[in-house]
Nanobody, 117 residues
Framework: QVQLVESGGGLVQAGGSLRLSCAASGSIFSSNVMAWYRQAPGKARELVAAIGRLGGTNYLDSVKGRFTISRDNAKNTVYLEMNTLKPEDTAVYSC???????????WGQGTQVTVSS
């Protein structure tokens, strides 16, 4: 069974940092684009960052220069390093995998990130 298991969320002050991790099971990691989405209360879910099988990346404009997505193929794990966090980054962050960054086939359960001002 395919599983995506996130970890690393929590409460942090504005300006702080967090690193999210997503461990993937099965063969999905090696054959899919991996991505991080987020959804804040009352807002639509949005794509934060994605990384292709060969390491190409793309980011939401508002996180460029602050967030970094990376993947460790040996560990079947994708990371989201988040620096200079802002209160508006507060959301549930979900790991995702699919044929493309917006063609998602698998979702993780989500992890809460809260940034206090």
């Amino acid at each position: 069974q395919v599983q995506l298991v996130e970890s690393g969320g929590g409460l942090v002050q504005a300006g702080g940092s967090l690193r999210l991790s997503c461990a993937a099971s099965g063969s999905i990691f090696s054959s899919n684009v991996m991505a991080w989405y987020r959804q804040a209360p009352g807002k639509a879910r949005e794509l934060v960052a994605a990384i292709g099988r060969l390491g190409g990346t793309n980011y939401l404009d508002s996180v460029k220069g602050r967030f970094t997505i990376s993947r460790d193929n040996a560990k079947n794990t994708v990371y989201l390093e988040m620096n200079t966090l802002k209160p508006e980054d507060t959301a549930v962050y979900s790991c995702a995998a699919g044929r493309g960054a917006t063609s998602i086939d698998y979702w993780g359960q989500g992890t809460q990130v809260t940034v206090s001002s």
